[in-house]
């Protein structure tokens, strides 16, 4: 993912192995989105904290906006699966 070899067994929790020891079962993941603004793009600062960090542009603020309310439709939709999201917006 990041372009080197990484341990993503690191990134589960309550994991299952079988005899040979491979992870067959994980009761919770941790996962990543890596997004890049556009640095040719108008930057607006909306629901940030104000540091230089919380800019984005309105691509980058229309993402993070629709994938709030799939992660939130998915929580409340699915009983046994709990969404814990942290974005910019959040």
């Known amino acids: 993912m990041y372009g080197y070899k990484f341990d993503y067994t690191t990134l589960l929790g309550a994991?299952?192995?079988?005899?040979?020891?491979h992870v067959t079962s994980a009761r919770s993941a941790i996962h990543?989105?890596?997004?890049?603004?556009?640095?040719?793009?108008?930057l607006r600062?909306?629901?940030?904290?104000?540091i230089e960090l919380d800019l984005a542009d309105a691509d980058t603020l229309a993402w993070e906006a629709e994938a709030i309310r799939t992660l939130?439709?998915?929580?409340?939709?699915k009983e046994e699966v709990s969404v814990f999201i942290n974005l910019g917006r959040r």
């Open 15 to 21: 994991t299952e192995r079988n005899s040979t020891g």
């Open 72 to 77: 939130l439709e998915e929580d409340a939709r």
């Open 32 to 42: 990543t989105w890596v997004t890049r603004v556009d640095p040719e793009a108008e």
């Open 45 to 50: 600062e909306e629901g940030g904290t104000g």
